[in-house]
């Protein structure tokens, strides 16, 4: 084993996850403040542990909810890790989970939550336009030419995927029909007693082509969070904890230059990512049992997924087919809650409690005898995250 | 009015009070097309930065290029985001690369019927579009196919 699989493997440990009820979109009941209490409670329950043992907290996304205050509504005695994740978007998911094992691992605190709350009735949407009547900077170089919202900022990679490598739009088609193919069978899910059909698809409205309806994310309120430990802590708690096997964020060279100038322009932005998340957890693609891969878009799904090491570009349109896509049956089981698709958009953090989940062997819809299990979050921003989990059995 | 591909009513680009990019807005105004080039080391560079992501220099120059580049990629944006664009759509947005100043990109809209046929690696020109009735004037750089 190298250095670098000794860093994190095995070390930590998720000891419990919390969601609230997923909301449609200006619909919870609760403010954001009191969602992310509620989320952090259920993880705290889940764990079996007192929520004054919390004393760490990691978001991102500059959530609106600060560690001082969840601390003090938690009655924690003391608050010894406090992190923010930089970047937009869901890019951090993975990495706040991320930081949370680097408190552990360093000894700066012994229970650290990764969280996240969103309720857009309370403090407005994402798929939006400016609302200002100028605009200055990085931004005049795109809005005036109506590119506002995420979904017009990243459609043109997904245009040039199909132009470069010949991915088919058929795709994209398959990884919506496999989210709310799960979202079916998961109460938890929006889009629970929904289905979609190939038909309704095809049929549904462009957002902005290549995109239709369905390969946007939701927009949801509510909240989740994540509490790690070190493996020791953990098994204290549980026989059959679920083990951090490698997280890592990063993004390629100058992903985060202005008008559409990155100089890899095709990318999920986790080319720089995998290879030291594989290194690091001490297993390789093909033991992966189970995939969460982060739908902003769907066209960024297939990126990730390739650049995942899942399959390749000229194997794409073989391997991503709603078929290999769907648990149990398929070799390449894809959001199994139903994602940001169909589940909800809490920015990618219920993709990583779905990954603990399958190794939980918990899933609504279940992979058999998954041990390894993946997610990456928020392809396509500037700075993006994956994480592997593992059970005891993968540690050996 | 009618002359503009999108209506008004979208925010309007103002010159960051930083400075950073004023010699490109001012260049469109005159209908010259002005990029970052690096006289240390050559680079090309697009957005504006404060220094040569090159060799790190300070000492980013401006160069003017010619207005005409090859379309990269594109999309089609139906659902309108902007109260201004509610009778605007759809419409067409493409990402142009500037083979001739090290493969710069810019966005833009394309001229012309929305469901025109194109394809990438089609040659474009730059068409400025002047917009004289702001409060505050400014002109975009949009393009048009070279059939």
Same mark, same amino acid.
Request: hydrophobic fraction near 40%; charged fraction near 15%.
């Given at each position: 084993?190298?250095?670098?699989? #000794?860093?994190?493997?095995?070390?930590?440990?998720?000891?419990?996850?919390?969601?609230?009820?997923?909301?449609?979109?200006?619909?919870?009941?609760?403010?954001?403040?009191?969602?992310?209490?509620?989320?952090?409670?259920?993880?705290?329950?889940?764990?079996?542990?007192?929520?004054?043992?919390?004393?760490?907290?990691?978001?991102?996304?500059?959530?609106?909810?600060?560690?001082?205050?969840? !601390?003090?509504?938690?009655?924690?005695?003391?608050?010894?890790?406090?992190?923010?994740?930089?970047?937009?978007?869901?890019?951090?998911?993975?990495?706040?989970?991320?930081?949370?094992?680097?408190?552990?691992?360093?000894?700066?605190?012994?229970?650290?939550?990764?969280?996240?709350?969103?309720?857009?009735?309370?403090?407005?949407?994402?798929?939006?336009?400016?609302?200002?009547?100028?605009?200055?900077?990085?931004?005049?170089?795109?809005?005036?030419?109506?590119?506002?919202?995420?979904?017009?900022?990243?459609?043109?990679?997904?245009?040039?995927?199909? #132009?470069?490598?010949?991915?088919?739009?058929?795709?994209?088609?398959?990884? !919506?029909?496999?989210?709310?193919?799960?979202?079916?069978?998961?109460?938890?899910?929006?889009?629970?007693?929904?289905?979609?059909?190939?038909?309704?698809?095809?049929?549904?409205?462009?957002?902005?082509?290549?995109? #239709?309806?369905?390969?946007?994310?939701?927009?949801?309120?509510?909240?989740?969070?994540?509490?790690?430990?070190?493996?020791?802590?953990?098994?204290?708690? !549980?026989?059959?904890?679920?083990?951090?096997?490698?997280?890592?964020?990063?993004?390629?060279?100058?992903?985060?230059?202005?008008?559409?100038?990155?100089?890899?322009?095709?990318?999920?932005?986790?080319?720089?990512?995998?290879?030291?998340?594989?290194?690091?957890?001490?297993?390789?693609?093909?033991?992966?049992?189970?995939?969460?891969?982060?739908?902003?878009?769907?066209?960024?799904?297939?990126?990730?997924?390739?650049?995942?090491?899942?399959?390749?570009?000229?194997?794409?349109?073989?391997?991503?087919?709603?078929?290999?896509?769907?648990?149990?049956?398929?070799?390449?089981?894809?959001?199994?809650?139903?994602?940001?698709?169909?589940?909800?958009?809490?920015?990618?953090?219920?993709?990583?409690?779905?990954?603990?989940?399958?190794?939980?062997?918990?899933?609504?819809?279940?992979?058999?005898?998954?041990?390894?299990?993946?997610?990456?979050?928020?392809?396509?921003?500037?700075?993006? !995250?994956?994480?592997?989990?593992?059970?005891?059995?993968?540690?050996? | 009015?009618?002359?503009?591909?999108?209506?008004?009513?979208?925010?309007?680009?103002?010159?960051?009070?930083?400075?950073?990019?004023?010699?490109?807005?001012?260049?469109?105004?005159?209908?010259?097309?002005?990029?970052?080039?690096?006289?240390?080391?050559?680079?090309?560079?697009?957005?504006?930065?404060?220094?040569?992501?090159?060799?790190?220099?300070?000492?980013?120059?401006?160069?003017?290029?010619?207005?005409?580049?090859?379309?990269?990629?594109?999309?089609?944006?139906?659902?309108?985001?902007?109260?201004?664009?509610?009778?605007?759509?759809?419409?067409?947005?493409?990402?142009?690369?500037?083979?001739?100043?090290?493969?710069?990109?810019?966005?833009?809209?394309?001229?012309?019927?929305?469901?025109?046929?194109?394809?990438?690696?089609?040659?474009?020109?730059?068409?400025?579009?002047?917009?004289?009735?702001?409060?505050?004037?400014?002109?975009?750089?949009?393009?048009?196919?070279?059939?």
């Amino acid at each position: 084993m190298g250095e670098l699989e #000794h860093s994190l493997r095995g070390r930590v440990a998720v000891v419990g996850v919390g969601e609230t009820t997923y909301y449609k979109r200006g619909q919870s009941p609760d403010p954001e403040f009191v969602l992310v209490l509620k989320a952090i409670l259920a993880a705290c329950a889940d764990a079996g542990i007192d929520p004054s043992t919390i004393d760490g907290f990691c978001s991102y996304s500059n959530d609106r909810n600060t560690p001082a205050r969840l !601390s003090a509504a938690l009655g924690c005695e003391v608050i010894r890790y406090s992190n923010m994740q930089w970047g937009g978007g869901g890019g951090g998911a993975a990495a706040a989970v991320q930081n949370a094992c680097a408190a552990v691992l360093s000894g700066s605190a012994d229970c650290v939550v990764a969280y996240r709350g969103l309720a857009q009735g309370q403090f407005g949407r994402f798929g939006q336009g400016a609302r200002s009547s100028t605009i200055s900077g990085a931004a005049a170089l795109t809005v005036p030419y109506g590119v506002m919202s995420p979904a017009q900022t990243y459609a043109m990679r997904t245009t040039r995927l199909f #132009h470069d490598h010949g991915i088919s739009p058929d795709t994209l088609k398959a990884v !919506s029909l496999a989210a709310y193919h799960h979202a079916q069978n998961n109460p938890r899910a929006v889009m629970y007693g929904r289905p979609l059909t190939p038909e309704a698809y095809d049929a549904s409205r462009w957002i902005t082509e290549p995109f #239709h309806l369905y390969d946007v994310c939701l927009e949801n309120d509510g909240a989740a969070a994540v509490i790690v430990m070190s493996a020791e802590r953990a098994r204290d708690l !549980s026989d059959r904890p679920v083990y951090v096997l490698g997280a890592q964020q990063g993004g390629p060279r100058r992903s985060g230059v202005a008008g559409h100038n990155q100089p890899d322009y095709v990318t999920s932005s986790l080319k720089p990512v995998v290879p030291r998340l594989y290194e690091q957890a001490g297993v390789t693609p093909a033991d992966v049992d189970v995939v969460q891969s982060y739908e902003n878009f769907t066209g960024a799904v297939v990126m990730s997924l390739i650049e995942g090491g899942f399959c390749t570009y000229e194997s794409a349109n073989e391997v991503l087919t709603f078929d290999n896509l769907i648990a149990p049956s398929g070799k390449l089981p894809l959001n199994t809650s139903g994602g940001n698709l169909a589940e909800c958009y809490m920015h990618g953090l219920g993709l990583v409690i779905e990954a603990v989940r399958q190794v939980r062997g918990t899933s609504t819809n279940q992979v058999p005898g998954a041990t390894v299990s993946y997610v990456n979050a928020g392809p396509m921003v500037e700075v993006v !995250s994956a994480a592997i989990f593992g059970s005891a059995e993968v540690l050996g | 009015m009618s002359d503009y591909v999108l209506p008004a009513g979208l925010p309007a680009p103002v010159p960051a009070r930083d400075g950073l990019d004023r010699p490109y807005w001012e260049g469109t105004r005159r209908h010259e097309l002005w990029v970052q080039r690096c006289p240390g080391c050559g680079t090309w560079q697009w957005g504006p930065e404060w220094n040569c992501h090159g060799c790190r220099s300070f000492a980013i120059g401006w160069e003017q290029v010619a207005p005409e580049g090859v379309l990269y990629s594109w999309q089609r944006p139906w659902h309108p985001v902007h109260g201004a664009l509610a009778d605007a759509v759809p419409y067409t947005v493409v990402l142009v690369e500037l083979p001739h100043a090290g493969g710069i990109r810019m966005v833009g809209n394309l001229l012309g019927d929305p469901m025109q046929p194109f394809a990438i690696g089609d040659r474009v020109e730059a068409v400025f579009e002047d917009h004289d009735d702001s409060p505050t004037p400014f002109t975009l750089v949009q393009w048009r196919v070279v059939r």
